[in-house]
């Protein structure tokens, strides 16, 4: 367990790096960075709606909760529904010993 947590710890701090030396990220990532917290998200989302107000301009604000988009999912369906729901995979070619 340990040589999997070293190896973890690693592979995250070098693909970290490279990311932010090529800055693969947009701006406005704030997920698993450090110093983008969820409250500078909804304060810099605040200020954009204040700030349009203020400009007379229209805005508009969507929210979309995907905390439960998984809950319906069947977990244990039969592998080969999902084999033969796919034109790109034979069931037949997919059976285990």
Do not use: G, W
């Amino acid at each position: 367990m340990l040589c999997y947590e070293l190896v973890e710890r690693l592979v995250t701090k070098r693909f970290t790096s490279h990311v932010n030396l090529h800055t693969l990220l947009p701006a406005q990532q704030y997920a698993y960075r450090p110093f983008h917290s969820t409250e500078t998200a909804v304060f810099i989302v605040h200020n954009n709606l204040v700030r349009a107000v203020d400009d007379c301009r229209v805005s508009e604000l969507v929210l979309l909760d995907l905390s439960a988009a998984f809950d319906t999912v069947d977990m244990y369906a039969d592998d080969t529904q999902l084999y033969d729901s796919s034109s790109l995979v034979d069931a037949e070619s997919c059976e285990t010993a």
